[in-house]
């Protein structure tokens, strides 16, 4: 539903005089001192949003649990589910509208996309690290391969729920308040795999590297519960389209990341090009504001179908919309640093850009110096 790869950040707000690695590791492991630094900054700041995120999450469960046995919301008729006979009848796979919460659901599909994810990061991304990117040490080459893992997955989903029409929805819900089968087909297939691409891929990160900082940890399970807890809403919601269309704005927030794992990899294989470093912050700065307004404009949307239309009446639904602000916020922290860290790193390359380019001209001057003593000592011989 994301803060970029792990970059580095109070390292890159005061730079260090090593400009070849970015990445925070006394930050991460949690050694740095805090001196100086009040309650409220850095790590500090991490721990507050991860313990009010978990207050957050058992609080709009409860809620939700309390909402559901008043028996005061949605306690009008609740339409059955189509049977698979029906569903197959006007021409959607029964298997793609199976419950979650069943044996009967795409489980083979989740297994190759897992293991796909996980032979991609150990030995085509691993290789490809350790090819083009041998001059790092052992710890910034597991986050490489990461920021490659990360690109191809953030990249499938977008495609595929591009292909889908999300976008459409998006900005045009009531054209999908009844929609074709075709395009119920497409989007209940982008879904299951925009489920399970985040999930393998932010997985497969944590387990492959020992030194992940905290606020992408956070991130990341902020990601898997809201994944996790969206599709089970939206099933039974009845695929209902503002809570569909709630649960692909969210999304994007991970999903459109893609030009900070390219900076990161152009960062380790020494690409100094500061312009393309300071446009590449300003577009992440940017994109995540545009997608916080959409991410609320389709929540506060998807009230009707979380309070009004009587499609169901469950915890899980009433909490999810409860809780998708308290996600934005926490997301929208954790990519706060991001954007800090893509800022550090644009000063860091502009002046590493900047020290390059004296170099040649000293050495321009050096060597215009000396063919001019060479030519002096010929005249003079």
Avoid at 233 to 256: C, E, G, H, K, P
Wanted: proline share 5%.
């Amino acid at each position: 539903m994301g803060i970029g790869p792990d970059l580095p950040f109070e390292d890159l707000v005061a730079p260090a005089p090593d400009l070849d690695a970015p990445d925070l590791d006394a930050e991460q492991s949690g050694r740095k001192s805090r001196r100086g630094r009040g309650c409220c900054h850095g790590r500090d700041m991490i721990e507050i949003m991860a313990i009010c995120g978990v207050s957050c999450f058992f609080l709009v469960v409860v809620a939700g649990v309390v909402i559901q046995k008043s028996g005061q919301v949605n306690q009008g008729p609740i339409p059955a589910f189509p049977t698979p006979c029906q569903l197959q009848q006007v021409g959607i796979v029964p298997s793609l509208a199976t419950s979650p919460f069943e044996l009967a659901s795409p489980q083979w599909m989740f297994g190759v996309i897992l293991v796909g994810i996980f032979v991609l990061r150990k030995y085509v991304f691993g290789g490809l690290t350790r090819s083009f990117f041998s001059h790092l040490p052992k710890s910034k080459q597991v986050k490489v391969a990461n920021y490659m893992l990360e690109m191809f997955g953030t990249t499938v989903v977008l495609a595929v729920c591009s292909w889908a029409g999300f976008w459409d929805m998006l900005f045009n819900p009531s054209g999908y308040t009844n929609p074709h089968p075709q395009q119920i087909h497409r989007m209940i297939a982008s879904l299951e795999m925009l489920y399970v691409l985040f999930l393998s891929t932010y997985l497969m990160e944590l387990a492959f590297d020992d030194e992940v900082r905290l606020g992408l940890v956070l991130h990341h399970w902020t990601t898997i519960i809201l994944a996790t807890w969206g599709m089970a809403a939206i099933y039974l919601a009845q695929y209902n389209t503002l809570t569909v269309r709630a649960f692909f704005a969210v999304s994007l927030y991970m999903s459109t990341e893609q030009n900070v794992f390219v900076e990161m990899l152009l960062y380790h294989r020494k690409v100094y090009i500061p312009c393309l470093y300071y446009a590449s912050a300003w577009y992440y700065v940017l994109s995540r504001a545009a997608i916080m307004v959409l991410s609320m404009w389709t929540w506060w949307d998807m009230r009707h179908a979380a309070w009004t239309e009587n499609v169901h009446n469950s915890w899980v639904c009433y909490g999810l919309w409860l809780f998708i602000p308290f996600a934005n916020v926490i997301l929208n922290f954790t990519q706060y640093t991001t954007v800090q860290s893509l800022f550090g790193i644009a000063a860091r390359v502009a002046q590493r850009h900047g020290e390059d380019k004296a170099s040649r001209l000293e050495a321009g001057q050096i060597c215009s110096d000396s063919s001019s003593s060479e030519s002096e000592s010929v005249q003079s011989i």
